[in-house]
């Protein structure tokens, strides 16, 4: 009896563990299924290399993760031609289905952001929302027109690519190129320019629900999004601070910063803290210059800045000199970076705030250093040079003088008295060189 309840109790002990290993497979199953969400990255700044690298880096992400699908929403006004290969590269390779979604409303994806837009798998804007203007622009060095239509009809065939393989309309994304043509979101639904406008993401995802979609490769995918967990993809440390930086006024403001406290570290020596702060923040500066399209003419202006205030401590130039480095700072800062959209400029007013004090304070201290420099030495031996002291014995030639409250030996070229005012002309070691005061007639009334 006992040998058959054991065995009946041991079958359901097995029956009992199989189904218990049962269900964790299949929760895990599940746990593994739900990680397949929809990786959600927001760009909303112009477009340069940290952007470039952030959205690479989320693609590569949700590749590895195995998404169903990444939404970039997107909000800038353009940006570095550049970075913009990059991530429309990115995208088009992409192992995950791309959503590009302007928004929120009053967003907009101009010039660069348009191709951002026609390159991913699914084009949507929110309403109130516009895109295109994306012609090239240059600003002060205008290449000529050959030139200029090599630059127009490179990006017409890049924005063509893109476009023809989406099955959007070719000759609207082309005008947007060649004439600089913008459009609202139904504008744009109409014109067949974008593929889909959501009030929001959610409403995104059930329009597309079940709905096929042509990718680059001719691939026919089909999402179904409703209900998905929406995982944000935040930028790191490293990118948000160079982020920061790679804002021309934020970069123009650390490079003033930097300059002044090395200028100030080198009038006087062994401060340590400026010299500290001006290679932090120079070594910051030039690792964003590294990363922008500068111009090394605009470099060399921002030099001769320092140098013209340099010369104003040492000239009597009556406020010239930093007025003209004053002037040459601020057109240095706004010629720094080689773009045509204000975004990506130093502004004006931020040249203006930045400048002028740097030069006054500039001009100041080394007008500062200069005196100091030119003052007679006051201590120590060479501040005894000069000074009238007293013979306390007679110089024959060797004897005592009485100088600064104390009492030294001294040697003269001359035979001296005792109590005859004698000048100190030299300090060898602890002995004075001295010579007698001449004697000076009185003035007849």
Do not use: C
């Not at 605009?298 to 320092?306: H, N, Q």
């Not at 930093?322 to 970076?337: E, Q, R």
């Not at 060898?428 to 007639?441: C, H, Q, Y």
Request: charged fraction near 20%.
């Amino acid at each position: 009896m006992k040998t058959v309840l054991s065995s009946r109790f041991s079958v359901l002990r097995d029956r009992l563990t199989s189904r218990l290993l049962l269900s964790f497979f299949v929760a895990f199953l599940l746990t593994g299924s739900s990680a397949a969400d929809v990786l959600k990255i927001v760009v909303d700044d112009a477009i340069q290399p940290v952007t470039a690298e952030y959205i690479a880096r989320a693609l590569d992400a949700a590749a590895a993760n195995h998404d169903q699908a990444v939404l970039i929403q997107i909000n800038t006004p353009g940006g570095f031609l550049d970075s913009t290969d990059e991530i429309t590269q990115k995208i088009i390779t992409s192992a995950v289905p791309v959503i590009v979604y302007v928004a929120p409303s009053g967003s907009r994806a101009a010039s660069a952001g348009l191709f951002i837009l026609q390159s991913a798998d699914v084009a949507a804007m929110a309403p109130g929302t516009h895109t295109g203007a994306a012609h090239p622009v240059s600003v002060l060095s205008k290449p000529d027109d050959v030139m200029m239509k090599k630059i127009e009809n490179d990006s017409a065939a890049q924005m063509r690519s893109l476009v023809s393989k989406r099955g959007r309309n070719v000759e609207i994304a082309e005008g947007a190129v060649r004439e600089s043509k913008s459009y609202t979101e139904q504008e744009a639904l109409d014109k067949k320019l974008v593929d889909y406008i959501a009030a929001d993401e959610q409403d995104l995802f059930r329009q597309l629900s079940g709905k096929p979609i042509k990718r680059f490769s001719g691939e026919i995918v089909t999402l179904n999004l409703t209900g998905q967990r929406v995982r944000e993809f935040p930028m790191t440390l490293k990118q948000r601070i160079m982020s920061y930086i790679l804002n021309p006024n934020i970069l123009f403001i650390i490079l003033a910063i930097g300059a002044l406290a090395l200028y100030v570290e080198f009038n006087h020596p062994g401060a340590v803290v400026p010299g500290t702060i001006g290679v932090i923040f120079l070594l910051l500066a030039a690792f964003a210059l590294h990363l922008l399209p500068i111009r090394f003419a605009a470099l060399a202006m921002m030099l001769v800045a320092f140098a013209l205030f340099a010369a104003e401590a040492k000239f009597a130039s009556h406020g010239v000199f930093t007025i003209g480095g004053i002037a040459l700072l601020i057109l240095g800062a706004l010629l720094l970076i080689d773009s045509p959209m204000p975004e990506m400029r130093v502004h004006f007013l931020t040249a203006l705030a930045v400048s002028i004090p740097l030069g006054i304070i500039t001009a100041f201290l080394m007008g500062i250093a200069v005196r100091a420099r030119r003052n007679k030495i006051v201590t120590g031996e060479q501040g005894l040079v000069g000074e009238i002291g007293i013979a306390e014995t007679p110089l024959l030639p060797g004897g005592k003088v009485f100088v600064h409250g104390e009492l030294w030996d001294a040697v003269s070229s001359v035979n001296i008295p005792a109590g005859e005012r004698v000048v100190v002309r030299q300090v060898d070691g602890l002995i004075l060189r001295v010579d007698p005061v001449p004697a000076t007639k009185p003035v007849m009334a």
